[in-house]
T-cell receptor, first 116, second 117 residues
Framework: GQQLNQSPQSMFIQEGEDVSMNCTSS?????WLWYKQDPGEGPVLLIA?????ELTSNGRLTAQFGITRKDSFLNISASIPSDVGIYFC????????????????FGTGTRLKVLA | EAGVAQSPRYKIIEKRQSVAFWCNPI?????LYWYQQILGQGPKLLIQ????????DSQLPKDRFSAERLKGVDSTLKIQPAKLEDSAVYLC???????????????FGSGTRLTVV
């Protein structure tokens, strides 16, 4: 099935550094979501974006809905050890299913490791 | 509120055996999803239920996978017979709204890690 491309695939950073990651697609999306997954757990929603160009923050996290609707960006400021995990983007396809629902596609993930 | 409950947490089976996973969504959530997450990849949607009806099963390998949500509450996902490539984490998620996102997105369970040997 289709998946969104995330980069980087993985990154090691020092505690206190800022982190940037992005998600790109060949097709447009109506909604972008960012999730974090800790080992052995399901993904947890961090930020949801609903409009092209939208910039939304959640604490030290800031995400943007790309103006082309084909990409999104997530920034983490002043990283701390508990930021370690895998970050996934997810896009809502604009195709309205006959069921009256939409389909969501997940990215390949960015694995973040923070060095204390 | 209680989260999405899944069981078992882990399962190891031999290829060609059968296995079943159970999910109890958040109370009142009409929409339930089963995702397959292969190691190193993002979750892939297998099937989506709206109450007790299937609204999308286009990526479910129907020759071996089946799922049901008979009373519109909890759900089971079955694999019969299992193959080595079915080794993955099977995640269940639920949402209170009919497919479209609210500010809350949808909530995932902790998943069942399946190993097929």
């Amino acid at each position: 099935g289709q998946q969104l491309n995330q980069s980087p695939q993985s990154m090691f950073i020092q505690e206190g550094e800022d982190v940037s990651m992005n998600c790109t697609s060949s097709s447009i999306f109506n909604t972008w979501l960012w999730y974090k997954q800790d080992p052995g757990e399901g993904p947890v929603l961090l930020i949801a974006l609903y409009k092209a160009g939208e910039l939304t923050s959640n604490g030290r996290l800031t995400a943007q809905f790309g103006i082309t609707r084909k990409d999104s960006f997530l920034n983490i400021s002043a990283s701390i050890p508990s930021d370690v995990g895998i970050y996934f983007c997810a896009g809502q396809e604009p195709t309205f299913l006959t069921s009256g629902t939409y389909k969501y596609i997940f990215g390949t993930g960015t694995r973040l490791k923070v060095l204390a | 509120e209680a989260g999405v409950a899944q069981s078992p947490r882990y399962k190891i089976i031999e290829k060609r055996q059968s296995v079943a996973f159970w999910c109890n969504p958040i109370s009142g959530h009409a929409t339930l999803y089963w995702y397959q997450q292969i190691l190193g990849q993002g979750p892939k949607l297998l099937i989506q239920f709206q109450n007790n009806g299937v609204v999308d099963d286009s990526q479910l390998p129907k020759d071996r996978f089946s799922a049901e949500r008979l009373k519109g509450v909890d759900s089971t996902l079955k694999i019969q017979p299992a193959k080595l490539e079915d080794s993955a984490v099977y995640l269940c998620a639920s949402s209170p709204h009919r497919g479209t996102f609210t500010n809350y997105g949808y909530t995932f369970g902790s998943g069942t890690r399946l190993t097929v040997v």
